[in-house]
Each structure stands twice: as C-alpha cells, then as structure tokens.
C-alpha cells in the first residue's frame, strides 16, 4: 500500500480520489438491509414450497450470481455438481454435505471446489437455514450415479427472478439494478 495524502492540507478534510474512474467500470451496488430478515417477503423467489433465494447481484457477463439461500425445511436439498468455484458464508442455521465431514454452522465460510460433487443436507433440528452463496459457473443437479438431471445458473435465477416479480408486483427495474 503506497503512502499518500489523505487529508486536503488547507481544510483537514478527507480527500476523495480526484482522477477519473476507468473506461467502462460499472457502478457500485449496495443493497441495504441485505440481512433483514424482516424484509418484503416478495424479494424471495421460490425454488419450491420450502426453498427460496433472494438475489444480490446477477452478473451475465461474467457468469456467476450472489444469492442468499434459505430453507425452511428439513432433510435433503439437492445433489449437484459445481461447474465453477462457490464460496459461502452460513448466516443461520446449519447444513453440511453427506460427502464430506464438516458442518457449515452460523458464521461459518466454506470454499466449494469446481468439479465437487455433494449432497445438501438440513438436519431435524433446524427450522430455517440461510447461506449466502456466490457461485461461479453453475450446479449441475445429478442423480446418486453422477447422472445430470438439471442445470442451475446465472440465467435460470435471472429468468426466476423475472417471473416472480413481474407476479408478485416487485418492479423489474429493481431486478435490473441486480444485474452486471
């Protein structure tokens, strides 16, 4: 990290970078109260009766979503695949993959490989679980032999997502904000 000035020398006052930002950068996103779990039930999209998501940001250029998973059920979530790199931060509950031995509890970051292949698993004790996901590429759901049965990826949750709240009365202009 290189040493600058960090202060306007006349007035005190914090200086903000003065030069211009690069040719084609995208603006920032912030989503506020990305957390809340009192927020408008309507920014989660159903994937069934008990699993939903809520999206953070899209990105079709670069192929990968950010997403907050929660499910509201017991037992077993899905089989897949990663076709690319998923990292993920539990927020609450816990869960952890019938293939492996760790647990992904409350406050817990786990790095998914690409190629690793696991089942999801909510135990009976916990009445909802909430990770934030980013994943790279996508999940390929498979049968126990490795079989694909289905794709999940950056488009499929945008064309959810659009479904959704064009029904549920969400502006698509809020889903677009969502997209890079």
């Known amino acids: 990290m290189s040493v600058s000035t960090r202060t306007d020398p006349v007035t005190g006052e914090p200086l903000a970078y003065q030069g211009e930002q690069p040719h084609g950068k995208l603006d920032d996103l912030v989503i506020a109260g990305a957390l809340d779990p009192d927020c408008d039930e309507r920014l989660w999209v159903p994937q069934s009766e008990s699993v939903s998501f809520r999206p953070l940001l899209l990105s079709v250029s670069q192929g990968y979503f950010v997403n907050i998973l929660r499910v509201r ?47 999801l698993e909510v135990p009976d004790d916990v009445p909802e679980m909430m990770t934030l996901f980013h994943v790279t590429g996508a999940y390929i759901y498979v049968d126990p032999h490795g079989g694909p049965t289905g794709v999940e990826d950056v488009f499929s949750k945008l064309d959810n997502a659009r479904r959704h709240y064009a029904a549920n009365g969400i502006g698509l202009s809020y889903l677009d904000s969502l997209v890079r």
């Open 73 to 119: 059920k017991t037992g077993i979530l899905s089989r897949h695949r990663h076709a690319g790199p998923v990292h993920a931060l539990t927020l609450r509950g816990r869960w952890h993959y019938l293939e492996h031995d760790w647990w992904a509890e409350q406050g817990a970051y786990s790095f998914e490989p690409p190629g690793d292949i696991h089942t």
